[in-house]
């Protein structure tokens, strides 16, 4: 390797660690099967842990589908700051965004990504997003165990833990369990299992439907031998595009992201975190 590139890569992997030498906890959203609700999750777990009192960063990696700037109400996708140094956007006190829609023209813009470049733009970002002290690090994640979740546990091995989102249908199921193989593999411990969209209450007879099933998540989870974080409702005022016109409120669902980030709270302040314990 020419020396000018071997120079470049150290200079990097510093500026990586001296970034990530200021935050406490770091946090991994994964679900193998896409639109299950990575996104919606990663967002109110944040702004549940930013409402106790926490310094909360998001960092959006999903670079095909970049949604949180969406999903927290940020309509302007420019992160100021140069290759060096990108100052992430605060949404609300406590509550900071940065993801890959600083290197994109217009929100909209599809970049064509190929392995490496996902790895390269990652490091980048990782490097260069000037966080200060947090307490917690959401990384939002694309679906699935590829490129970008291999790049963040190869540049954070003291990952605090990872989040598996799914929904209770066969199918998302069946994914969330090869999330949960990719951490034992990886040597990242599962802080728990969400099973999102999990029920439906008829506007006219107040009727819980379970659209996609039920108890599938819990299911698994006990299976596998992890913990079950809890069941998030499907609600309107959760949806993406309501969020940032009133997203804020007591809800069901709301008040189910709040216990979550308080059982994750104390999760990851009590000794060591369990986890990947039992084979599968
Ligand atoms: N509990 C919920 N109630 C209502 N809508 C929800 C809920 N969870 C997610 N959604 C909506 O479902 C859609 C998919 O959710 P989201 O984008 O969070 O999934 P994702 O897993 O991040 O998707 P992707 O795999 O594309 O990144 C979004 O429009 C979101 O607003
Ligand atoms: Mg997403």
């Known amino acids: 390797m020419p ?40 967002v109110h ?23 949180v700037a969406k999903m927290t109400g940020v309509q302007d996708m420019h992160f100021e700051g140069d290759a060096k140094e990108i100052q992430p956007i605060e949404v609300r006190p406590n509550l900071l965004i940065a993801g890959i829609g600083s290197a994109m023209k217009q929100p909209e813009d599809a970049i064509i990504w190929r392995g490496p470049m996902k790895n390269m ?27 970008e979740q291999l790049t963040i546990v190869k540049n954070i091995p003291e990952l605090t833990g990872a989040i598996i989102v799914t929904t209770a249908q066969a199918v998302a199921l069946l994914d969330a369990r090869r999330s949960v193989l990719f951490c034992r593999k990886m040597g990242i411990a ?19 439907i379970t659209v996609f099933g ?17 069941r998030i409702p499907l609600e309107e005022s959760i949806r993406s595009d309501k969020h940032s016109d009133n997203g804020i409120g007591n809800s069901p669902a709301l008040r189910a992201f709040h216990t979550i980030a308080q059982d994750l709270a104390r999760q990851v302040t009590t000794t060591t975190i369990e986890g990947n314990s039992s084979e599968q």
């Open 3 to 42: 020396m000018q590139d071997f120079e470049r890569r150290v200079e990097r992997r510093l500026a990586i660690r001296s970034r990530l030498d200021k935050i406490d906890k770091k946090l991994l959203i994964l679900s193998g099967k896409g639109g299950v609700g990575k996104t919606t999750v990663a």
């Open 45 to 67: 777990i944040s702004e549940a842990l930013a409402d106790l009192g926490n310094h909360v960063g998001i960092l959006d990696i999903d670079l095909h589908g970049p949604n």
């Open 121 to 147: 733009a990652i490091e980048s970002l990782l490097a260069s997003v000037n966080w200060g002290d947090l307490d917690y690090l959401v990384i939002d994640t694309p679906p699935g165990t590829g490129d």
């Open 190 to 208: 599962v802080l728990g299992i969400v099973e999102n969209m999990s029920s439906l209450e008829c506007p006219h007879c107040h009727a819980e």
């Open 214 to 230: 039920s108890r599938g998540a819990q299911e698994l989870a006990r299976e596998l031998g992890i913990g079950f974080l809890g």
